[in-house]
C-alpha cells in the first residue's frame, strides 16, 4: 500500500551486491519483501525466502540454520543440480556450535555455504530473502556466499549495515493519502473524516507508519470502538483516548527506563508539557531523569520546543502509558512534583502549574486558591492549561461565597470550552467532596512506591510557614454545600447529561436532591431522557436563574414572536443546540462530539442544502449508542428525503422502514413517504400516502411536520392539475387549523388556499404571515408556485434569510433543474464529488482505487452529461444536484 517507488527500486535493484530495505519498525519492510517476491513469482523468477527468527542460538552467527530449513522447506521449487543434496549435508554437519569456534571451522562453513548456493539453481539465478537479516550477529557473511554465486540478494534491516549491502532502499512514512487509504482498508469500507482525524492527531508522526496504523486499528476493533455504520467506519465514543497496543516496538523504549520513564511520560503528555527545569524533581536522581529524556527524545517519542518543555509526540502512546499506570496516575506524579518544588522553594508559577495538574491528589490549602486563579488569569480563554488550573482553584478554595464562585468559573469555562466530559467529572468530583480526607480516595491515593510522600509534602509545608497539607489535620469535614452551589453543581450535570446522552449518574441526584433548587434544574434531563416534549420556555426556566447567577447573560438571546417560533420547532425535533445557544449567551460552543451536537449538524446541514453532509451527520449520529431515540428518529427521516432528492430510492427506502409508523412524528413520516411516491412517478400513491396520515393521525403533535406535509400536497396537487385534490387539501388544512388554531397553522391554511385556487392575493398574504413567523419553508414554495414571484420573493427572501433561512438557488450558484436528477452511477457520483473538492485524477484513482485511465472514462462520460469540457464547468454545473425545493 503506496510503496511503488520502492517496490520498483527493490525488483529494478541488484547490480551492484545485496538490496537492504531499511526503516523503522512497522514501516513495512516485511510487507514489501512479501511484494516484491510475489511479483518475481509471477514472473517465473525462482525466489528462496529465509525469515531469520528472532530466538536463533546466539552461535549461529551466520543465520545458517534458518538458510537451511528453508532450502529443505522450498526443495522442491528450485532446478537443483543433482549434488545439492550432499551440499546440505555438508553444510548441516559444519553448521554447530563448534564449526563456528575456530577460523579455519567457519572457513569451512561458509566455502560449504558457497557450494550449495552454486548448486541451487541450475536455470537460473534464485533472488534470495532475507527478512530482519540485522537479528543476525554478522549479516553481511549470511548474504555473502549467495551473492558470490551469482544469486540476486534482498534483505531487510532496520538502520543500514555497511558495505556488504550497497544498494538501499529507504522506506520513510507514508505519504497522507496512503496512509488515508491503508486506514479505509483496514475497516473494508469509507472512513468518516472525523474517525481518520482521531487515528491521525493520536498517531503523530507515526501515522505514515503502517504497521502502526494497522495494529492501532486492530486494537480499536477489539475493544468495539472501530464500528462501520452505514456503509461508514465511525470511532465510537470519540471522548476516549486512542491507545497503542503494547506491544508496540515503543514500548521496548520505555521498559529499560523504567518508573523514571513513565512519569516523564505522563508528565510530558499534560497539556503544558514537562519543562527542562523540573527534571531535577521528576527522579531521586536527576541524571537519571536526563538520560531517559534522552533516550526517548532518540526514539521520536518526545521532543523539546523552543521554550525548554518536552512533549509526548504520540499521544496514543501516553495514553497506552497512562492506562496500564491506572487511574489517577498522572496526578499522582504530579503530586510528588508539587512535594518536591515546596522542598525547594521554587517560583510561583512553577509550583502553580503542577498544582493545577495535580488537581484533588494534593489536600486541600486555602491559600494555593489564590495563587492557582491568578496563575489561570495570565492565560487565554481558550487554553487547555486554564480549564486545570481553574479546577485545582475550585478545589482548594474556602467553603462560602469563594468555593461557589470558583465553581462559577469552572462550570463556564467548560460550557465556553464545550467539554461537556470534563463537567461530567467535575460535577462527580464535587458532590464528594464530603470525604473525611482526600487521601482516602480510591482515584487518587498515594503511591506505593513513595511510602513516605505524605509527610514530606506536610514537613516542606511546615517550612514554608503554610502548616500541614497532609491528613486528617489537613482536610476536615466539609459542611453540606449550599443551595446556590448545589444548583451550579445540577445546571453542569444537566448540560453534561444532554451532550452526552448520559443520564445523571444516580449518586450525583441523590447528593444535588438535598436542594429544592437543584431538584427542579434537574427535572428537565429528566423530561429529555423520558422522551417528553421540550419549549424553549423550560429551559430558560430550568437553566437561566441559575446561569445569571454565574455573571453571565442576564436575558434569553432572542426577540419577537418569529425566533421563539424557529426555537419552538428546533425543540420539536429534538434539536435543544438553538435554544441553548439562545439561554447560555455567548458563552455557548457547540461540542465537536456528541450525540446532540451531531444532531444539530444533521438539522443545519438539511436546512442549508448540504445533502451530502446531511448523511455523513444521519452516519455519525447512528454510531452514537446514546443518541436520543426521537432524535434519532427525525435524523432517518431526514435521511430518507435527501436519499430520495438524490436519486437512490433503495437507500431512501431502507432508512424510511428504520422509523418506526407512526412513531413521534407520523405527519414528517408521511412527508418523506409522499415524496418517495413522487420520485417512483406514482403521484397518486404520493397524494393518497399524505391524505391517510392526516386522517390517521388527528392528535398528533407533529404541527412542523403537519406544515410541511400539506405544503406537499397543495404542491403535488398543483401538478396534477385537477381540481379535486386542490380541494382535498384546502379541507385538509381546514381540519387542520381548526384543531390546531395555531399561528403556523393559519399561514399554511392561507398558503394551501392560495397554492390550491393559483390566487397571487391569498399567496402574497400569506407570504406575509409565514415571513413574520420565520416559516422560510412556505415562503420558498410559495414564491416558487407564483406566476410573478420575483418582486416579493426576492423581499420575503432578504427577511427569512436573517430567521436562519435555507439557501436559495440562487445564493448557491444553481439554476432550477427539471423535476428529478441526472441519471448518474455510484461511481460517477462519487467522482463528481471527489471533482467539486479539487481532487486530482491520481488522488481519484488513489481514493476510490482505481485507474487513471479508468478514472478519465468516467470524466468523459460526466462532461458529456453536464454539457462541459472543463473541470471547472463540471464542478460548478447543476449535475447530481438536488432541486431546491424546500419544504416541498
Known amino acids: ?37 510475489r511479483v518475481l513469482a509471477d514472473r517465473g523468477a525462482p525466489v528462496l525466502d529465509v525469515p531469520v527468527p528472532a530466538g536463533g542460538p546466539a552461535w549461529d552467527r551466520f543465520g545458517f540454520r534458518a538458510v537451511l530449513a528453508a532450502v529443505r522447506e522450498q526443495y522442491e521449487c528450485f532446478d537443483a543440480d543433482p549434488r545439492l543434496p550432499d551440499a546440505l549435508d555438508e553444510v548441516s554437519r ?65 538502520a543500514p549495515l555497511g558495505a556488504a549491502f550497497p544498494e538501499l532502499v529507504e522506506l520513510g512514512p507514508l505519504p497522507p493519502e496512503d496512509a488515508a487509504n491503508l486506514l479505509r482498508r483496514q475497516g473494508k469500507a469509507p472512513v468518516a473524516p472525523t474517525a481518520e482525524t482521531a487515528v491521525r492527531q493520536a498517531l503523530g508522526p507515526l501515522w505514515g507508519n503502517p504497521g502502526t496504523v494497522v495494529s492501532t486499528v486492530a486494537g480499536l476493533r477489539e475493544r468495539g470502538r472501530w464500528k462501520t455504520v452505514e456503509g461508514l467506519v465511525r470511532l465510537s465514543g470519540p471522548a476516549v483516548p486512542i491507545t497503542l497496543p503494547t506491544t508496540h516496538p515503543a514500548f521496548a523504549v520505555l521498559a529499560p527506563l523504567g518508573e523514571v520513564g513513565r512519569r516523564i511520560v505522563l508528565l510530558a503528555s499534560g497539556p503544558g508539557g514537562l519543562p527542562a527545569h523540573d527534571l531535577p524533581h521528576v527522579a531521586d536522581a536527576g541524571a537519571r531523569a536526563g538520560q531517559a529524556v534522552d533516550a526517548l527524545v532518540a526514539a521520536g517519542l518526545l521532543e523539546g520546543d523552543p521554550a525548554g518543555n518536552f512533549r509526548c509526540r504520540v499521544p496514543a502512546f501516553a495514553a497506552a502509558v497512562a492506562e496500564a499506570a491506572g487511574s489517577g496516575a498522572r496526578r499522582r ?20 502549574r503542577q498544582l493545577a495538574a495535580a488537581g484533588r491528589a494534593v489536600p486541600r490549602r486555602p491559600e494555593f486558591a489564590e495563587l492557582l486563579r491568578d496563575a489561570a488569569n495570565a492565560l487565554s480563554a481558550e487554553s487547555p492549561l486554564r480549564t486545570c488550573h481553574l479546577q485545582a482553584a475550585w478545589w482548594h478554595a474556602a467553603t462560602g461565597a469563594d468555593r461557589i464562585a470558583r465553581q462559577g468559573e469552572v462550570i463556564r469555562h467548560l460550557v465556553r470550552t464545550a467539554d461537556y466530559p470534563a463537567m461530567a467529572a467535575f460535577v462527580t468530583e464535587a458532590v464528594q467532596d464530603g470525604e473525611p480526607t482526600h487521601d482516602e480516595h480510591p482515584g487518587f491515593a498515594p503511591e506505593p512506591a513513595v511510602p513516605a510522600e505524605d509527610e514530606r509534602v506536610r514537613s516542606a509545608a511546615a517550612a514554608t510557614g503554610g502548616g500541614p497539607v497532609g491528613g486528617e489535620e489537613a482536610v476536615a469535614v466539609r459542611p453540606d454545600p449550599a443551595a446556590d452551589e448545589r444548583a451550579g453543581l445540577a445546571l453542569a450535570a444537566v448540560l453534561a447529561a444532554i451532550h452526552s446522552g448520559h443520564p445523571v449518574a444516580a449518586a450525583v441526584r441523590g447528593e444535588l436532591n438535598r436542594c429544592a433548587e437543584a431538584r427542579e434544574v434537574l427535572t428537565l434531563a429528566d423530561r429529555w431522557f423520558a422522551g417528553e416534549r421540550i419549549r424553549p420556555a423550560d429551559v430558560v426556566a430550568a437553566l437561566l436563574p441559575v446561569w445569571q447567577r454565574f455573571g453571565a447573560t442576564g436575558q434569553p438571546a432572542w426577540s419577537g414572536r418569529r425566533q421563539e417560533a424557529l426555537l419552538a420547532d428546533a425543540c420539536a425535533v429534538r434539536d435543544l443546540v438553538p435554544v441553548l445557544a439562545a439561554v447560555l449567551g455567548e458563552d455557548y460552543r457547540v461540542p465537536a462530539a456528541g450525540p446532540l451536537s451531531a444532531h444539530h449538524r444533521v438539522c443545519t446541514a438539511y436546512e442549508e442544502g448540504r445533502w451530502t ?42 432508512w424510511l422502514a428504520r422509523v418506526p409508523d407512526p412513531g413521534r412524528f407520523p405527519h414528517l413520516r408521511a412527508w418523506v413517504q409522499a415524496g418517495l411516491y413522487h420520485h417512483a412517478r406514482k403521484p397518486e400513491q404520493a397524494f393518497e400516502a399524505g391524505r391517510r396520515a392526516f386522517v390517521a393521525h388527528t ?36 381540519n387542520f387549523h381548526e384543531g390546531r388554531n395555531s399561528p403556523r397553522s393559519f399561514g399554511v391554511l392561507a398558503a394551501v388556499r392560495g397554492l390550491a385556487a393559483g390566487d397571487e392575493t391569498e399567496i402574497g398574504k400569506a407570504e406575509r404571515l409565514v415571513r413574520r413567523r420565520g416559516d422560510h419553508e412556505l415562503v420558498l414554495l410559495s414564491g416558487s408556485s407564483a406566476r410573478r414571484p420575483r418582486g416579493w420573493l426576492r423581499e420575503a427572501y432578504e427577511n427569512t434569510r436573517a430567521g436562519g433561512a435555507a439557501r436559495t438557488a440562487r445564493e448557491t450558484g444553481r439554476t432550477s433543474p427539471a423535476d428529478g436528477l441526472a441519471e448518474l452511477s455510484a461511481t460517477e457520483r462519487e467522482i463528481l464529488e471527489l471533482i467539486r473538492t479539487g481532487r486530482t485524477n491520481r488522488q481519484i484513482a488513489r481514493a476510490i482505487r482505481m485507474s487513471e485511465k479508468t478514472v478519465e472514462k468516467h470524466l468523459s462520460r460526466l462532461f458529456t452529461k453536464a454539457g462541459c469540457r472543463t473541470r471547472y464547468g463540471l464542478a460548478t454545473s447543476e449535475l447530481g444536484r438536488h432541486p431546491d425545493a424546500v419544504g416541498a
Not at 18 to 28: M, R
Not at 146 to 157: C, F, Q, T
Open 1 to 37: 500500500m503506496g510503496r511503488r517507488t520502492e517496490l520498483d527500486a527493490v525488483l529494478e535493484a541488484g547490480g551492484a551486491g545485496p538490496v537492504l530495505v531499511t526503516g523503522p519498525a512497522g514501516s513495512g519492510k516485511t510487507a514489501l519483501l512479501r511484494e516484491a517476491r
Open 94 to 158: 559444519l553448521c554447530t556450535e563448534d564449526g563456528y569456534a575456530g577460523p579455519w571451522t567457519r572457513f569451512c562453513l561458509l566455502h560449504a555455504m558457497s557450494t550449495l548456493f552454486t548448486r541451487l539453481s541450475a536455470a537460473a539465478p534464485v533472488t534470495v530473502v532475507f527478512d530482519d537479516v540485522d537479528r543476525l550477529a554478522e549479516p553481511a557473511l549470511a548474504a555473502a556466499p549467495a551473492h558470490r554465486a551469482g544469486h540476486s540478494v534482498l534483505a531487510s534491516a532496520a
Open 333 to 352: 506524579v504530579h503530586r510528588r512534583l508539587v512535594a518536591s518544588l515546596l522542598e525547594s522553594g521554587s517560583r510561583a508559577d512553577t509550583l502553580a
Open 613 to 654: 453532509e446531511t448523511l455523513a451527520a444521519v452516519a455519525e449520529l447512528e454510531a452514537q449508542e446514546t443518541a436520543d431515540d426521537f432524535a434519532r428518529e427525525h435524523a432517518r427521516l431526514l435521511a430518507a428525503e435527501v436519499s430520495g432528492w438524490l436519486g437512490e430510492p433503495d437507500r431512501a427506502a431502507d
Open 699 to 734: 392528535s398528533t403533535r407533529d404541527e412542523l411536520g403537519a406544515s410541511r406535509l400539506l405544503l406537499r400536497l397543495a404542491w403535488l396537487a398543483g401538478r396534477a392539475g385537477d381540481a379535486g385534490p386542490a380541494r382535498v387539501v384546502v379541507d385538509v388544512a381546514e
